[in-house]
């Protein structure tokens, strides 16, 4: 549409309303694009200009002035945005956006008042819009500050609004009334008043964890308490500043104020103030670490209660006790005092205290093992806190179950109660507590080994405990850090971590965070193999432990005492250590750890031979895990007799025995159901359990139920993919013996050669299995000594794969190529990849020669036949077999059709789809996205002009219409997916995962910057739809990369399959985007004629190979077929 530079004069205009419309539209437009290129001088001018048109149309004006508002906003002029959004909300009063510039546009002009009307206004529309409620938080914040003059007109302004629809939080609202009584007394110069109400301000900012601010007023009570001579009230600020103090984790301070409240309490005569101040001081000392001074103030408040007959204080004391014992590791005298607390508020009619006593216990029950009463104790508290409104107790019952649900290893339900209990955390407003739950949050998916999540977690934890200062979970956040790094095997980063925490700990002289600090630097430094070092921070530990009689500190002490002698292969002191911790663990009660004592003293006696002690610490572990009910430990206590009895030699008994560790690994993969990403790493955590009964079975000679074994661990989230989405609903864990479902899943794959490939990193070799059918199983293997000092298979395959990439990287090309990540370099594949060359003088070409070597050449005599396909493991998915080359120089693709499955299950799955599950016709075609204006990581994406020939090429051969440039929207592309036989991407991809780049959302046209939720296809996006596609050619560099898991490869190709996609064709390193566009058209050329993907992808190869531009290896080997071989109608 062509705009007139001129309108007429008198505002109005000779064009109908539709072209007023379409002009304004085009400023709107134009007015946008310069927004979000940065210029936003030039986007007022262009939406000044439509608003000039006089459009009718009220809600494209209001669109115009709002967006206006906002350019202004961002160049600060604040009066001018406030007066656009004021006339945009005007003209469509529920226009969110323009609410809320207007009232971030009152807040920069320190207009609190105008801005809560602004912000009352917009809940009322979206009442969970957190842009407006964050502003208006921030604005009673700034109205409830010290400046009483502000506080008093808010006060009158909500006194007066007796007609909004949003009601002011209770919090709120105290603090309001209390600075309302505040300035009162201040005017009629009532200082009693004044104190008074200062010290019920704190309260309200203690309530909803600003303890900050809570101290101010706090110390205004003091001061005028001490002005006044009021003792009483002057020991009052004391006791108040005491706990304000401990909760920002300064615990000397805290300590220092209830001496001075207790000296006061002492000189005035007051009995029951002199109670609470020795309450409150073991409460410090005990959260310091203290435990011995803790109960030597606790029992002194008991006394006191007793003398007074203050039964509900009597109570308190018994259940304080109990939780000092608990601290100490003595959690049967715990469990005693914590049901002292209980009778007595049951008594009373003490509903809250009767609460906590249930929470109390469960905990205590929690740390003996047994987690079934455990659960049953939270639960009552959990019931309680709900039938008497207390929003607090009701986070802390969920925060307690989602513990034990962690210790059961039921993590999708702690995670489930973690996530309640953060909820509430928000609700009401407590800071320390949402930062608890991250935390806790944090710990349950470190238990997973999903340990990125774990840290983001944690790193939210630490943010909210340095803004409400509270030093003391400043310390537990570094450690919890520390811990999920640890986890993660960045030990340097790990030992960081915990030198924060041991610092802080020690400035605020918090005793058992200091001894918690040089355990887990102990145990950093023992992964890191220094051992030396270990030991010292165990000694330190141990030292600190019984310094402030930590008797389960104590206990841990010698725990990892005993692993690092273990592991300099000391085990005789070991297990002198090892026995110390089953000691104390029997003293207190202590179940669990009595069961890792008796682990750990199996392992000693394992590495000394003496099998038989061995097995009799094992089995008693295994009971405790039992009884307990701890599946995981359950499993690993099989695990490890099955190894002892490895030793002792009685293989059968081995083999029982590690069945039964698998079908437990099995069922608690099974209990977390639909979720991928925790199946993923749980199966991570226990690889060498699945390895060591196919090893097991080669021990003797089994040969079948050696690959029936290693087969089970190979792509299981996948499989349970696909089982849950296509097939009956529920996973059943497979037998491991040859059975009916095992006939069909080899005769599956007798059709072809088929090589299943497992590593054995402790012989450090490769099994090969060669199926022809079920009667006709051949093992062959590589020992990788024979080609170097590798220290394990995935560092000589990473090494030769790093040399052969020599030859795959980018170099000068006519165009660009369709990675999103900056162009490879020989130093980032090392980096990326975490491998050195294989060495200095070996060739690319040498490299592949190698790989066949090591791949093909110990089944080379069992081939035959035109198709191989394999079954890789680990670092051999990143292998290009149809690339790899005999000594004759001919590839493997010169004689045979190249393809990979993940697993043997997952091909006969697939094959066992109905016959019209999949389309047979029609496809989607998506070609170089426009990403124009859009930064991925920093820089710009250029087009990429021979993926839209592509797709344009492929949809002439096939006849299909391709999405192109503006028309392949990351929502429209997912709308579209579902229905098609064939879908094709030629766009930019990831390296590390092989996601895609398509152009953003419809809903992104107006943001200045775009998100890359927005326009990265991801792998939860492609496993939230169903797909129904035969072929998807994700014709995208890196297509087929991923994380290497126990799993597999963890990338976008998987997804497509768990999808349910029947076949996926992928690339393995960044691809030259005019080479590929040959590429694709010679396949699709030779597909269209009815052939199979593999042999129309074999002879893609074949005619690059001979041309005279393309023929080099990294422009036609780094495709791959994964899945079935399908045929396109």
């Known amino acids: 549409i062509d705009v007139p530079a001129v309108l007429p004069s008198d505002g109005t205009s000779q064009f109908d309303d539709a072209t007023l419309k379409a002009m304004t539209e085009v400023y709107l437009k134009e007015g946008d694009n310069e927004y979000s290129k940065g210029e936003t001088n030039n986007a007022v001018h262009f939406y000044s200009e439509g608003l000039q048109v006089n459009c009718k149309d009220v809600k494209l004006n209001a669109k115009l002035y709002s967006n206006r508002a906002a350019a202004q906003l961002l160049l600060g002029n604040f009066q001018e945005a406030l007066d656009d959004a004021t006339l945009s909300a005007q003209l469509a009063p529920t226009f969110i956006e323009a609410i809320e510039i207007g009232a971030s546009a009152c807040v920069q002009q320190h207009m609190y008042q105008e801005a809560i009307t602004w912000c009352q206004k917009g809940l009322a529309i979206n009442n969970n819009n957190k842009k407006l409620l964050d502003l208006w938080t921030e604005c009673y914040k700034q109205l409830t500050g010290i400046d009483e003059t502000r506080i008093n007109q808010e006060i009158n302004t909500n006194r007066d609004n007796n007609k909004a629809k949003i009601e002011v939080r209770e919090p709120v609202q105290k603090i309001l009334h209390y600075a309302k009584i505040l300035h009162f007394s201040i005017e009629v110069g009532d200082k009693a008043g004044e104190g008074g109400s200062s010290c019920s301000l704190g309260n309200a900012y203690y309530s909803i964890g600003d303890f900050k601010r809570a101290i101010q007023y706090y110390e205004r009570h003091l001061k005028i308490a001490k002005e006044l001579g009021a003792k009483a009230e002057e020991g009052k600020s004391y006791c108040n500043l005491g706990n304000a103090y401990h909760s920002l984790g300064d615990f000397e301070r805290a300590i220092q104020y209830h001496e001075r409240h207790l000296k006061i309490a002492k000189e005035v005569g007051d009995k029951a103030g002199e109670g609470k101040s020795y309450s409150n001081l073991g409460i410090a000392y005990r959260t310091q670490g203290n435990f011995e001074k803790a109960i030597l103030h606790h029992e002194r408040h008991l006394t006191i209660s007793k003398e007074v007959g203050d039964k509900a204080g009597e109570g308190s004391s018994y259940g304080n006790l109990g939780s000092a014992y608990h601290s100490q590791g003595d959690f049967k005298r715990a469990i005693q005092y914590h049901k002292c607390h209980l009778t007595i508020a049951k008594e009373v009619g003490d509903k809250a205290g009767e609460g906590r006593s249930y929470g109390n216990l469960g905990n205590a029950y929690d740390r003996l093992g047994d987690l079934e009463t455990a659960i049953q104790y939270h639960e009552r508290s959990l019931k309680i806190a709900k039938e008497v409104g207390d929003k607090a ?19 999708e339900k702690a995670i489930q109660y973690h996530e309640r209990d953060l909820k509430i955390a928000k609700e009401v407003g407590d800071k320390a507590g949402e930062g608890s739950s991250y935390g806790n949050l944090g710990n349950a998916y470190d238990c997973l080994g999903d340990f990125e999540r774990a840290i983001q977690y944690h790193e939210r934890h630490l943010e909210i405990v340095k803004e409400v200062g509270d030093k003391a979970g400043e310390g537990k956040g570094y450690c919890n850090l520390g811990n999920a790094y640890h986890s993660l095997g960045d030990f340097k980063r790990a030992t960081q971590y915990h030198k924060h925490h041991l610092k802080i700990a020690q400035e605020v002289g918090d005793k058992a965070g200091e001894g918690s600090s040089y355990c887990n630097l102990g145990n950093a430094y023992h992964r890191l193999e220094d051992f030396e070092k270990a030991i010292q921070h165990h000694e330190r530990h141990l030292e600190i432990a019984k310094e402030v009689g930590d008797k389960a500190g104590e206990g841990k002490g010698y725990c990892n005492l005993g692993n690092a002698y273990h592991s300099l292969g000391d085990f005789k002191r070991a297990i002198q250590y090892h026995k110390h911790h089953l000691k104390i663990a029997q003293e207190v009660g202590d179940k669990a750890g009595e069961g890792r004592s008796y682990c750990n003293l199996g392992n000693a006696y394992h590495r000394l031979e003496d099998f038989k002690t061995a097995i009799q610490y094992h089995e008693r572990s295994l009971k405790i895990a039992k009884e307990v009910g701890d599946k995981a430990e359950e499993g690993r206590s099989y695990y490890n007799l099955g190894n002892a009895y490895w030793g002792l030699g009685d293989l059968e008994r081995a083999v029982s025995l590690s069945r039964c560790c698998v079908l437990i690994f099995d069922a608690i993969r099974a209990n977390l159901r639909f979720r991928d990403d925790w199946k993923i790493s749980y199966r991570d955590m226990q690889r060498n359990a699945y390895t060591c009964l196919w090893r097991l079975h080669l021990k003797q000679n089994q040969i079948l139920d050696a690959l029936l074994s290693a087969e089970q661990g190979h792509a299981q989230a996948l499989n349970d993919l696909i089982c849950f989405r296509y097939g009956s609903g529920g996973i059943q864990p497979r037998p491991h013996t040859p059975g009916n479902f095992d006939l069909e899943l080899l005769a599956s794959c007798a059709v072809s050669n088929t090589v299943f490939m497992a590593v054995d990193d402790k012989e450090r070799k490769i099994f090969y299995w060669f199926i022809n059918s079920f009667q006709d199983i051949q093992l062959r293997s590589t020992e990788i000594s024979n080609y170097g000092s590798f220290k394990d298979v995935n560092t000589l395959i990473g090494s030769l794969m790093n040399t052969a990439s020599r030859s795959f990287k980018r170099g000068v090309i006519k165009c660009e190529d369709r990675s999103l990540d900056e ?80 697993s043997l299950t997952t091909l006969k799955l697939i094959n066992d789809y109905p016959d019209d599950f999949q389309y047979k016709k029609s496809a989607l075609l998506v070609g170089d996205p426009c990403l124009e204006g859009v930064l991925f990581e920093g820089r710009k994406l250029d087009p990429l002009p021979c993926a839209r020939e592509e797709v344009e090429i492929i949809g002439r051969i096939i006849g299909a219409d391709p999405l192109i440039g503006e028309e392949a929207k990351k929502d429209e592309v997912l709308r579209r997916l579902p229905s098609f036989a064939l879908v094709h991407f030629a766009a930019h991809g990831r390296m590390e995962t092989g996601e895609i780049a398509l152009a953003p959302r419809s809903t992104c046209s107006s943001q200045p910057f775009v998100k890359a939720e927005d326009c990265i296809l991801t792998m939860k996006d492609v496993l939230d739809i169903r797909i129904r596609a035969r072929l998807v050619v994700l014709s995208c560099c890196h297509s087929g990369r991923g994380e290497i898991k126990a799993e597999g490869v963890v990338g976008i190709a998987r997804a497509f399959l768990g999808a349910g996609a029947r076949s996926v064709l992928v690339s393995l390193w960044a691809i030259d985007d005019e080479a590929t566009l040959v590429f694709m058209k010679h396949f699709y050329e030779e597909l269209v004629t009815g052939k199979l993907a593999s042999e129309a992808l074999n002879q893609a190869m074949k005619s690059m190979k001979d041309s005279e531009e393309f023929s080099d290896v990294k422009y036609w080997a780094p495709f791959v077929l994964i899945g079935d071989d399908v045929t396109l109608e």
Do not use: Q
């Open 393 to 411: 107790g009701e986070g802390k019952g969920y925060c307690n179950l989602g513990n034990a649900y962690r210790s059961l290893g039921d993590f």
């Open 823 to 902: 162009p490879c370099t020989e130093e980032l594949v090392k980096k990326r990849s975490g491998h050195a060359y294989f060495s200095s003088e070996c060739s690319p070409k040498a490299a592949l020669r190698m790989l066949y070597d090591v791949i093909v050449e110990p089944i080379g005599d069992l081939i035959n036949g035109n198709e191989i396909i394999f079954v890789p493991e680990s670092s051999l998915w990143s292998v290009p077999f149809a690339a790899l080359m005999d000594h004759e120089s001919n590839y493997l693709c010169d004689s045979f059709r190249v393809r990979t499955i993940p």
